[in-house]
């Protein structure tokens, strides 16, 4: 972790936040990077490591976004890939949503607030976010942002997993209108 975000984010320029709903158990909760499985840690990121190399539903989109986008070194000077929730959740040997549970989200929430104002203080560019889930997520991360204020506005995009899992054969046409929002939203520096 400490590899990757000295590597990436080793400055103090704000980035439009990429918001997931919580660390899936084969990406960001074995490596502790959102949306970042072990072998995308490795291979696109250089950043060897020691973890059993899996793939991850969500991470093979996104790297494979991150790829026409330019890579990690041109995404990452733009963008800021987090997580509602910091902590992944586990139950009967499944990944669980911070939401799943209406008790668990009540409890989490003060914490969540907590938590997620720390990220945003880190350098997040204030106008734009985008929600990675069009559904629950999307909804809570809309109502956090009415009350407290986060980002002018919160712009929903179809949640990784599901482009993966559900709709596949249309990967493309999903890679092409992240790019396209993606890019409005910070467009990509031109050098001269």
């Not at 899996?54 to 996104?62: G, P, T």
């Not at 939401?99 to 969540?112: F, G, H, R, S, V």
Request: proline share 8%; hydrophobic share 35%; with cysteine.
């Amino acid at each position: 972790m400490e590899e990757f975000y000295t590597r990436f984010y080793g400055d103090d320029h704000p980035r439009v936040f990429l918001i997931g709903i919580n660390p899936g158990r084969f990406g960001g909760g074995v490596t502790g990077i959102p949306f970042t499985d072990p072998v995308n840690l490795a291979g696109p990121c250089g950043i060897e490591n020691s973890f059993p190399a899996k793939h991850e539903l969500s991470s093979r989109f996104i790297y494979d976004m991150i790829g026409k986008m330019g890579g990690p070194e041109a995404f990452f000077n733009r963008f800021f890939l987090t997580a509602l929730s910091p902590l992944g959740f586990v139950s009967e040997g499944k990944n669980r949503n911070y939401y799943d549970t209406p008790a668990l989200w009540e409890t989490l929430k003060p914490w969540i607030v907590k938590s997620f104002q720390q990220q945003i203080r880190l350098g997040a560019d204030r106008e734009t976010a985008f929600s990675l889930g069009q559904g629950k997520n999307f909804r809570l991360l809309s109502e956090l942002n009415r009350e407290f204020g986060f980002f002018n506005e919160i712009i929903p995009l179809p949640h990784p997993r599901w482009i993966m899992q559900y709709k596949l054969k249309r990967k493309d046409d999903f890679l092409n209108l992240y790019k396209d929002k993606l890019n409005r939203a910070a467009p990509p520096v031109v050098s001269r």
